[in-house]
T-cell receptor, first 113, second 112 residues
Framework: QKEVEQNSGPLSVPEGAIASLNCTYSDRGSQSFFWYRQYSGKSPELIMS????GDKEDGRFTAQLNKASQYVSLLIRDSQPSDSATYLCAVNKSGGSNYKLTFGKGTLLTVNP | EPEVTQTPSHQVTQMGQEVILRCVPISNHLYFYWYRQILGQKVEFLVS????????KSEIFDDQFSVERPDGSNFTLKIRSTKLEDSAMYFC??????????FGEGSRLTVL
């Protein structure tokens, strides 16, 4: 079983729509969850972090966490062409204090003008 | 806004040569990391470093790899004898706490 799984996409949405990105993880003891955005040829850029069950909103972005289902998602409202990128889900595995992140392969999002 | 800086941005080397990749983490961060991403693949953890020692390393981080913090600002990754399969983008990252890693722009390593 893959540690962090994401639908590779591509996910294509029209400008102004809501984009929904999903991620599941295998380590039930995972404590911290992150969404990174990666433009082609660039480094991962932190968008959101979430640590508790429920929703967390930041501007157009909402992260949702359900630890019982081992599921985390990212909603992007009012999607813009500039949101077109690969979105990486990352999970901090349980144990230790070194905050090692395990990444999924990412979902490619395309926002069409 | 503080950022992680990496040099060089691109290095081409011959198989068997030594390579050193350099990073300057964000100044008040305490945890430092190297990750790599082979073209088209996922970001993979290599090593984490805290309090002047390695805190965790992956299976990828074998005896050919080493890290060092030679002074108060730099954090380096050395590959002793490069192999073709070491060709990748290498990302340095740092964090203060809580796992929010901030990545540098990366160093692309091409091994011929």
């Amino acid at each position: 079983q893959k540690e962090v799984e994401q639908n590779s996409g591509p996910l294509s949405v029209p400008e102004g729509a809501i984009a929904s990105l999903n991620c599941t993880y295998s380590d039930r003891g995972s404590q911290s969850f992150f969404w990174y955005r990666q433009y082609s040829g660039k480094s991962p850029e932190l968008i959101m972090s979430i640590y508790s069950n429920g929703d967390k909103e930041d501007g157009r972005f909402t992260a949702q966490l359900n630890k019982a289902s081992q599921y985390v998602s990212l909603l992007i409202r009012d999607s813009q062409p500039s949101d077109s990128a690969t979105y990486l889900c990352a999970v901090n595995k349980s144990g230790g204090s070194n905050y090692k992140l395990t990444f999924g392969k990412g979902t490619l999002l395309t926002v069409n003008p | 806004e503080p950022e992680v800086t990496q040099t060089p941005s691109h290095q081409v080397t011959q198989m068997g040569q030594e390579v050193i990749l350099r990073c300057v983490p964000i100044s008040n961060h305490l945890y430092f990391y190297w990750y790599r991403q082979i073209l088209g693949q996922k970001v993979e953890f290599l090593v984490s470093f805290y309090n002047n020692e390695i805190s965790e390393k992956s299976e990828i981080f074998d005896d050919q790899f080493s890290v060092e913090r030679p002074d108060g600002s730099n954090f380096t990754l050395k590959i002793r004898s490069t192999k073709l399969e070491d060709s990748a983008m290498y990302f340095c990252a740092s964090s203060r706490s809580a796992g929010e890693l901030f990545f540098g722009e990366g160093s692309r390593l091409t091994v011929l």
